[in-house]
């Protein structure tokens, strides 16, 4: 978790750092340069008053308006084939409601279609503001790494028609780690295997890759809502 007050205190990430990470720090670096005064928190968990679960947000910000504080939550989508629809939309909605937030940035690349932007500018309590940033030329250097990341694959859950994002995911330490990511439809997480490239539904704990012998290891901490890690283990290392 990265605090980020003013963009004074951002460091420039290297190579090191993974692209999704990069990514979302960028966006919250740009977030802290609106409002000196605010604080942004990059990767921050908040707990949710209708999950009682720990909910994952991709940057916090946290400023005072009047004599009221203030917080927005941000969160980053890496979409870069086609626009995002109005599920995207209501899904972030009920993470907001769950963290009582008093605003909401979505942030994307690809932009969002009619019913996204409808279902956005109709939202009263919390409030939804749609940021296209293929435009800001602070992230233009993505679009070249785009690529490299992310990628769409149909959903494995065999009932579902939707497409799922997937993007580098973290692994335990010293870990080998894949891409990965929830489809928007059905909730299916889903991971492509670093050796047969095949695509497989996953759950909390240890998965079979449907093409080969590789092995997920999915760990998510209790009370939180999102999964924290997926790491691979070859051949070798799962017997």
Known sequence: MDDITGTEDFEPLDDSHPAWEQFE????ELAAGYDSDAVVTHNVKQPGRVSRRRRQIDALVVGTVGFSETKVAIECKRNTTKKLGIDVVDQFVGKLLDIDADKGVLCAWGGFDAGAQARA???????????????????????????????ERACPNPNCLDDVALHEWPAEADGI?????????????TAECP?????????????????????????????????DTITVRIPEQAQ
Do not use: N, Y
């Open 177 to 189: 780690a894949t891409v990965a990511g929830t489809c928007g439809s059905c909730g299916t997480l």
């Open 25 to 28: 720090l960028t966006v919250a």
């Open 195 to 227: 050796e047969c490239g095949e695509v497989s539904g996953i759950d909390i704990g240890t998965t079979d890759c449907w093409g080969c012998e590789v092995v997920f290891d999915a760990f998510m901490w209790p009370g939180d809502a999102d999964v």
């Open 121 to 151: 500018s109709g939202a009263a309590h919390p409030r939804i503001e749609l940021r296209d940033l293929g435009d800001l030329e602070e992230l233009k250097r993505w679009r070249l790494k785009a690529r490299q990341f992310l990628r």
